[in-house]
């Protein structure tokens, strides 16, 4: 009889254990939620592991500014958790940023675009350089670095980087079937520097 009424005592024990873990856990999961609720901005690796399926979406993100066009500052780059995880926001309609965003945590609301890197695209940028008419951006005509660096390029003229947009989409197309390479930015809609 005592070891029936212990075995009942020790599992009225573990279930109140039980009941109170999950208890706690459904608390911190809807402090977590709240917390994203309220901040309201996505993390830049998170956005662009999900960029396919928030292109043209309105999207809140919140980076370190690492980088302002020198051209008027209509672009800015956001770094996420290392320089590997960067997007482009270009100002569009509000026509630039301040130059204050520079090495500060910068959130910015935007509509999230593609840009696709396809055999087309290569060919006008071959016609382009050859009638000399390619507009230059950054410092030489091999391009900004920091839109270089957040696309993953790593050729310095313009033609090695042709050549190295050539390469990986081959390899694209091999692994996906799609003969393109996605690029994603953001068109300003608002931001503020935190």
């Given at each position: 009889?005592?070891?029936?009424?212990?075995?009942?005592?020790?599992?009225?024990?573990?279930?109140?254990?039980?009941?109170?873990?999950?208890?706690?856990?459904?608390?911190?999961?809807?402090n977590?939620?709240?917390?994203e609720?309220?901040s309201?901005?996505?993390?830049?690796?998170?956005?662009?592991?999900?960029?396919?399926?928030?292109?043209d979406?309105?999207?809140?993100?919140?980076?370190?500014?690492?980088?302002?066009?020198?051209?008027?500052?209509?672009?800015?780059?956001?770094m996420?958790?290392?320089?590997?995880?960067t997007?482009?926001?270009?100002?569009?309609?509000?026509?630039?940023?301040?130059?204050?965003?520079?090495?500060?945590?910068?959130?910015?609301?935007?509509?999230?675009?593609?840009?696709?890197?396809?055999?087309?695209?290569?060919?006008?940028?071959?016609?382009?350089?050859?009638?000399?008419a390619?507009?230059?951006?950054?410092?030489?005509?091999?391009?900004?670095?920091?839109?270089?660096?957040?696309?993953?390029?790593?050729?310095n003229?313009?033609?090695?980087?042709?050549a190295?947009?050539?390469?990986?989409?081959?390899?694209?197309?091999?692994?996906?079937?799609?003969?393109?390479?996605?690029?994603?930015?953001?068109?300003?809609?608002?931001?503020?520097?935190?």
């Amino acid at each position: 009889m005592k070891t029936k009424a212990l075995s009942i005592a020790t599992t009225l024990v573990a279930l109140f254990f039980i009941g109170t873990s999950c208890s706690n856990k459904q608390k911190n999961a809807e402090n977590t939620e709240t917390t994203e609720q309220v901040s309201g901005a996505m993390e830049i690796d998170a956005l662009l592991a999900n960029a396919e399926s928030l292109t043209d979406q309105e999207v809140t993100v919140e980076g370190v500014c690492t980088h302002a066009c020198k051209h008027g500052a209509t672009k800015i780059f956001l770094m996420g958790s290392d320089d590997t995880q960067t997007i482009r926001v270009e100002a569009a309609k509000l026509g630039a940023f301040d130059t204050k965003c520079i090495n500060s945590i910068v959130r910015v609301t935007g509509i999230l675009k593609e840009q696709r890197i396809d055999e087309a695209y290569l060919q006008q940028w071959e016609a382009n350089l050859k009638a000399a008419a390619a507009e230059e951006h950054g410092e030489t005509a091999a391009g900004c670095d920091s839109e270089k660096k957040a696309r993953g390029e790593t050729a310095n003229t313009p033609e090695a980087r042709i050549a190295d947009f050539r390469t990986k989409i081959a390899q694209r197309q091999a692994e996906t079937g799609k003969p393109y390479l996605p690029f994603y930015y953001l068109e300003a809609v608002s931001y503020e520097i935190q």
